[in-house]
């Protein structure tokens, strides 16, 4: 009898050691990620271009890759995380230029994670598209029936082609807006530019992109005959609601070639009407477009029928004819 208790305590040992084995070769085979090549980089180091991050070579079957870009100096060196740069592709901005990139790659699986950072790419380039170097310039008299043409400036990176946009600018040269199919490299000068400055942008090419530049505006364009009145003459160009926000666009001639006030009148049915005042910095010469913008008073928001009245009042006290729009929202 004392035999059989033996051999059993001596089979209960064996099979707990059995079990024991067996747990620490699973705990010793439970282990997170480990990198043993590092990540790598793929792609060009110029701005403008993406690179792509290799996730290098791994031990215990990683299940998934996280990224985090991160731009060093010159050397490779004092390298911080870029934000959001959080992909397995990084496009390289104008903040890139003449620094190195790297990438930080942590491998994960069910027992923990590992990271590892590959080397830093050489130095990253400005783009190759071309970029101005001297601004676009008009030639031609800044006059109705007439003809103004473009030169495009100077540009690096040898442009292969060009393109054009003309563009009216109120009388103080804000305010810019393209003139529809005028996209030639010469433009004539007609009626509906009267009292506008004129200005083009010219978009440089090449195989590695585009660049844009403007020139200066051009003066206040002119009308062909002299234009003589007895009081200011006021026309609406456009008038448009943004929110609660109004912009009106208006062109006024006056051959005074003093500055005016502008009298922007809202109004609507059943209400009292309310009027703006508002003062021209620069002159009509005899012509100029300008754009005033405000928010009408609470009475005039909302659905319902609303008019936009301008006029134009001149130093000696000579008011224009009245020019209206009227919306129905």
């Known amino acids: 009898m004392q035999k059989h208790r033996t051999l059993g305590r001596s089979l209960a040992a064996i099979a707990a050691g059995s079990l024991a084995a067996l747990s620490f070769a699973a705990v010793a085979t439970a282990a997170a990620p480990t990198n043993s090549a590092p990540p790598t ?50 496009l390289l901005t104008a903040a890139d230029a003449s620094r190195t990139m790297r990438v930080r790659v942590l491998a994960v ?34 006059r109705v029936g007439e003809e103004l043409a473009v030169e495009e400036g100077t ?33 004539g000068v007609r009626n509906a530019d009267l009292g506008f400055r004129l200005r083009v942008t010219v978009t440089a090419r090449n195989a590695n992109g585009s660049g844009s530049a403007n020139s200066a505006v051009t003066p ?11 009081r200011p003459t006021l026309s ?9 926000r109004v912009y009106a ?42 754009t005033r913008s405000w928010v009408p008073v609470q009475r005039f928001r909302g659905k319902g029928r609303y008019t936009v009245t301008l006029r134009a009042r001149d130093t000696s006290g000579l008011t224009s004819a009245p020019a209206r729009r009227t919306f129905v929202r």
């Open 41 to 90: 980089i793929t792609g060009t180091p110029r701005v403008g271009e993406t690179l792509t991050a290799q996730n290098g070579t791994w031990t215990n079957n990683p299940t998934s890759f996280q990224y985090q870009w991160q731009r060093c100096d010159g050397a490779g060196a004092s390298c911080t995380n870029v934000a959001r740069a959080v992909e397995k592709t990084y």
């Open 109 to 142: 699986n069910a027992d923990g994670s590992n990271s590892a950072r590959s080397n830093p790419t050489a130095v990253v380039t400005a783009s190759a598209a071309p970029q101005n170097t001297a601004r676009p310039t008009i030639t031609g008299d800044a």
């Open 155 to 187: 540009w690096t990176n040898t442009p292969t082609a060009y393109a054009y946009q003309w563009q009216r600018c109120d009388i103080d040269g804000t305010g810019c807006l393209p003139v529809a199919g005028a996209t030639g490299k010469t433009y």
């Open 220 to 230: 206040i364009v002119v009308p062909t005959v002299t234009v003589t009145n007895e």
């Open 236 to 244: 609406i160009v456009s008038v448009r609601i943004l929110g609660n």
């Open 249 to 290: 666009r208006f062109r006024v001639c006056d051959d005074t070639r003093k500055n005016l006030t502008i009298l922007a009148t809202d109004s609507r049915p059943a209400r009292a009407s309310h009027t703006r005042r508002f003062s021209t910095l620069i002159a009509p010469n005899p012509c100029g477009v300008y």
